[in-house]
């Protein structure tokens, strides 16, 4: 399994326009949205020179980042963790002044705030009524890791 930098366009939009991750991903009402490779960190994750997956870091303060995770579906069970954590290395090898990773979690997201515990990540807080899905309003919780923890990956 290899970590790699995307830098193309399409290999993003298409892993953003894949209909599992779409529905899983956007809030109610949002749609696609072109990636942002210059301003943001697209990860990728390769097996076997296949894409299974990508993450995308997006810089909140000038040492915060926070992940958002698209893993392809077929490639979920077998790969998510051990793709978290290489593309969570590769930031924190690549990324000088990276020192906290956060990311947001719509509470009913169980699956996902398992996994984020998984990987070390630990609660945060709460943001009260912040997401929208399937016409419910729901709470956001935050979970992050400190750079030093993803170094003991």
Known sequence: MKAYRIT??????ALMQNEVIAKD???DGMDFIMPNLVDEFWIGVK???QVVGAFRFE?????????????LPQHRKLYSKKASRIALRWMAK???????????????YTNIIKHATVLGF????????AYLKNDTIQNLVIYGIAKEEIEKY
């Open 8 to 13: 193309d366009y399409l290999v993003a939009a």
């Open 25 to 27: 991903s956007y809030e």
């Open 47 to 49: 097996v076997d020179d």
């Open 59 to 71: 810089q909140m303060t000038r040492v915060m980042w926070q992940i958002h995770g698209a893993m």
């Open 94 to 108: 690549n990324v000088g002044k990276l020192a906290t990773v956060i990311c947001q979690i719509p509470e009913t």
């Open 122 to 129: 630990t609660l945060y807080g709460t943001i009260p009524d």
